[in-house]
């Protein structure tokens, strides 16, 4: 796209964002299905995945650059131990627009203290975004477009808008969102009350799912006005939103740990969902580079391949120098990088978090994390 009508899109957007948007990047996420390339102090988000130069984290951001104008409105939340990657990472970030959890207590808490800490600065009227650090988006301009009709529905209705990705396939490794009746229309988006979110449904539930053309898959990207947050996980989620009220960020650690989808989305009678279609994939595992990346290609090499008979098959490995030797193999994903070398069908990568558990178990291994 002419970068400068993409510019006057955005320009157009932030100017009718009022009151002021602030989008909140989540960025706390271990990606442990992309191990081993993603470790404890390198995860999934600080990774560049589709050949585009940027990591993950840096490509969130500069999507989100042109919505707001500048730095000084984008927000990120992390774990305290992955402050310091985020920093270099995003060296033009604020510092004051960086929180380091104590500890991670999944999405829910991460958004409770990130909505009191916006609120604190903008106002209660101000409308935050939280977006995953890890995501994929193909479509800026309609992703753009997207986020202007969830700023207006969330300002101008008070409603909690989530966005809905229409699914190309029935996977069992997102989560999905059912609509119900049609809510309001902006910008040419229609909006649907969302009935209900189911986290990861087996194949067959899947296939129903989108036999049915009422759900969407879950971006796990939501819009809202912070007071609306506020008074709704005070109601939904008070053992964790009035904790944080109350104590601040000390308490962090006896906070439950539950996500946010849980602790209010799948509660609160305020949830709208918005259909998006502009090209997304959370990159859930090692499957998703052979989505984005495979084209009438055999095999998705991202290393020196050297092969007999092999196909639909993914390989990486992170030193240029080393070289992968298959031999009639199929459909499987080989992943090389430093002392660790996996090898898992395709179908199964989803048990690679298994692995990582028995490798916690094993000190000698700890180094592997």
């Known amino acids: 796209m002419n970068c ?21 990047i989540l960025a706390g996420g271990k990606g ?19 050949g585009s130069g940027e990591s993950l984290i840096q490509a969130t951001a500069n999507r989100l650059l042109p919505i707001v104008g500048g730095w000084e409105d984008i ?21 004051d627009n960086l929180l380091a959890e104590p500890e991670g207590r999944d999405t829910a808490a991460a958004v409770a203290w990130a909505s009191l800490e916006v609120a604190k600065r903008y106002g209660d009227d101000v409308i935050i975004g939280f977006f995953p650090a890890d995501a ?13 009709s969830a700023v207006e529905l969330a300002h101008n209705q008070g409603a909690i808008v989530t966005l809905g990705i229409t699914p190309t396939f029935p996977s069992t490794g997102y989560g999905y969102i059912q609509q119900g009746a049609v809510s309001s229309q902006e910008r040419g988006l229609k909006t649907y009350q969302a009935l209900r979110f189911t986290e990861k449904p087996d194949l067959a539930t899947a296939k ?32 964790l939103m009035q904790l944080l009220i109350d104590k601040g960020v000390s308490i962090y650690p006896t906070l439950p740990k539950i ?3 849980y602790a209010l989305m799948e509660k609160t009678k305020l949830t709208h969902v918005i259909p998006a279609d502009f090209g997304w994939d959370d990159l859930g595992d090692w499957n998703a580079i052979e989505r984005l990346l495979k084209g009438d290609s055999i095999n998705v090499e991202l290393a020196n391949h050297v092969c007999i008979d092999t196909q639909g098959s993914v390989l990486y490995a992170s030193n240029p120098d080393e070289v992968v ?27 690679i978090k298994e692995v990582l558990g028995k490798i916690k178990e094993n000190r000698e291994l700890d180094r592997l994390l």
């Open 4 to 24: 400068d009508r993409l510019q006057v899109i955005f320009s157009y957007l932030y100017d009718a964002m009022q009151p002021k948007f602030v989008p909140v």
């Open 259 to 261: 996500s946010i989808d």
């Open 32 to 50: 442990e299905r992309f191990w081993p390339l993603s470790r404890k102090h390198r995860p999934k988000q600080f990774l560049c995945l589709d």
């Open 325 to 351: 030797v298959t031999i009639g193999l199929e459909d499987v994903v080989v992943v090389r990088d430093g002392d660790v070398t996996l090898i898992v069908a395709k179908d199964r990568t989803q048990e």
């Open 75 to 95: 927000w990120v939340i992390t774990s305290k131990l992955l402050e310091t990657g985020v920093q270099e990472q995003l060296p033009s970030l604020p510092a």
């Open 208 to 239: 129903d799912f989108i036999a049915s053309g009422d759900y969407t898959w879950n971006s796990g990207i939501f819009i809202f006005t912070a007071k609306t947050a506020i008074a709704e996980l005070q109601i939904y989620a008070p053992e």
């Open 136 to 148: 994929w988006i193909g479509d800026v301009e309609a992703f753009a477009r997207t986020i202007g």
